[in-house]
Structure formats: C-alpha cells, structure tokens
C-alpha cells in the first residue's frame, strides 16, 4: 500500500508541470491514480488524461526486458535450432491477423535499437511490417548509425512509399539517412541499367555494400503477396518465379526453399540491393509473422541472411513443426 502524504492544495502545480508532476508520482512514487487525484486536487479522470498526454509528448517510455522475450523456452528453441545469435518472441493474443503483425512489430521496434552500436550502416527493406515497426519506434539518440534504403522506391497499397520506411527509422534513431532515389522497377532491363549507371544513383547502391546490419520481413511467393499487391511483379511473373522453385521473397527477390535467389527477367529490372550483399552480416534481424510466413522465413534462415528472428509463439512453434518435418 503507497504511503499517504500530505494534499497538495489545489493551484499549486499547474500547466506543462502538472502533466510531469502526475507522471512522476504514477511511475516513481507508485501512487494510484485515485491518490494522485487527490493530492492534485483533480478528478482521477483528468489524471488519467494527464498520464496519456505524458505518453503522448514523449515524457514515459514504457518498454518490458527483453529477456522476457529473448530467454523462453520457445525463443531459445529457434536460437538453438537454426543457429541463430537470438529471437525475439511475443505473445500470440487473443487479436486477428492484424493484431499480431502489430504485436511483433511492436516488439522488433522495442528490440532494435539494443542491436546498434556507434558505426553500423542498417540496411532498411521495405513493406507492411518494416514500415509499422519504423512507427512504433521510440525516438532515441544512436551514436554514428547510418541508415540505408534496400530497395529502390515504390508506391504501396498501404498508403505509404518505400523510402518512408528507411526516413522515418532514420528519424527516431536519430541516424543519417541514405536513401534510393530510384524506381524499385522499370519498365526494361536497359533503361535500369543505364539509371542504376548515374553518378548519383550508383553511391548511393554502392553505399549498400557497406551495410554491415540490416531488418527485413519475408514475402511469401502467392497472388496476395505485397510484391505481387506493390506492382514489383506482376501475377504472371509470380507464376514464373514459383515455377522455377520460388518459396519467399526476401528484399524483393525471390528466393528458393534454400535462401538462394532465382535469377530472372524482373531482376534484371530492378533497383535495389542484391541478396550476396546481406549474407553473412553482423545482423541480419528477420521480422515477420503468420502461417504464411513460415516457408519464406525459413527459406531466408537457410540461405544465411538472418541473425536474429523478431515473431510470435504461434510462428514460432509453425517454425520448428515444419523444420523438423523435413
């Protein structure tokens, strides 16, 4: 039980102080919000609006230890079984589809920036999951980190375009940003080549190269792909590309139930990094969830592009199922 002190009459703390005041006593002191309530001399309604404006401003950060997360028994399962440096793995909950893809964002956004460390260059990929865990971030302050685009720009059902995801990663780590300035695909092989050619265009793919960490999701290889959705590839390319054994996609390449890419015409069209130059990373933090999920994830662990693994317990455990099946 909090120790009772002393009212505070009413006026004395007020404004921008207030909010601070009542976030100190919540999350210091230990008080309730009933007793906070009382000594402002407030209704525990506004102190609870107190409390989510402090959220809101940035004041609070509320984050779980990573061990929680990192040292049970399902996450060390996947570190042990796919050799991984670690994983990460959250709670299923009782929510949708959407919920966990939150959820899982939510906990790679929370993780991440314990990766970093001064003079990394992080590769950044793009689509649904890179963007929201990018959102979920909290602004903090990384000593020398460089971001960098994976993947050439392109426009998303989902409201938002590629290079948004890398800006605003770069935004709340406090990083340096490099990003594409070029189209994910073109309409011919020639016309990439000679724009992957310009001065300006080759740095900054040349900057790719010296990534030394990178976050990526896997895409899997059917028609509700977001490749297929983003307009990288059409439905006959897909057909194509599962044709020759395509499992997942990883950074907008196709790749095979062994991580290894399949060359093909869109290739030859595309901008963006290409899968040599993030195997063998210090990092590569693989965030993705889902039943679908499950063969592109493992498609990308085995071709060596992956460190860590940011997912739910229901993946997780689809993970070691179909593994162990083969």
């Not at 210091?28 to 402002?40: D, V, W």
């Not at 793919?205 to 959705?229: P, Q, R, T």
């Amino acid at each position: 039980m909090a120790s009772v002190t002393k009212r505070r009459p009413k006026g004395q703390v007020s404004g921008e102080n207030i909010v601070t005041e009542a976030a100190w006593m919540y999350y210091h002191e230990g008080l309730n919000q009933t007793e906070i309530a009382g000594q402002l001399g407030v209704s525990r309604a506004t102190v609870v609006n107190y409390l989510q404006e402090a959220k809101e401003r940035g004041y609070v950060r509320i984050s779980l230890a990573e061990k929680v997360f990192t040292n049970h028994k399902l996450a060390l399962e996947l570190r042990e079984h796919f050799n991984l440096a670690a994983a990460y793995v959250v709670p299923d909950g009782t929510g949708d589809e959407e919920r966990a893809l939150m959820r899982v964002a939510h906990g790679a956004a929370d993780w991440l920036p314990s990766l970093l460390s001064s003079g990394d260059n992080l590769g950044v990929s793009w689509g649904r999951t890179i963007y929201e865990v990018a959102e979920a971030m909290e602004e903090t302050q990384t000593e020398g980190v460089t971001v960098s685009q994976l993947v050439g720009s392109m426009a998303t059902p989902y409201g938002f375009t590629t290079e948004i995801c890398s800006a605003h990663m770069a935004q709340r780590l406090g990083a340096k940003c490099i990003n594409l300035h070029a189209p994910a695909v073109l309409s011919n092989p020639d016309l990439a080549a000679r724009l992957r050619n310009e001065p300006t265009i080759r740095k900054q793919i040349d900057a790719l190269s010296h990534c030394n960490k990178a976050v990526f999701a896997a895409g899997s290889a059917n028609h509700e792909s977001h490749i297929v959705s983003s307009g990288v590839a059409t439905h006959s390319d897909l057909d194509w590309y599962v044709d020759q054994g395509a499992t997942g996609v990883l950074c907008g390449r196709f790749i095979d139930d062994q991580g290894q890419s399949i060359p093909g015409e869109l290739d030859d069209r595309m901008i963006g990094v290409e899968l040599d130059k993030l195997f063998g990373l210090d990092m590569g933090l693989l965030v993705s969830v889902g039943e679908d999920k499950v063969v592109p994830m493992l498609s990308a662990i085995a071709g060596g592009y992956v460190t860590h693994v940011v997912t739910n317990n229901r993946t997780a455990a689809a993970m070691l199922s179909v593994a162990k099946e083969r």
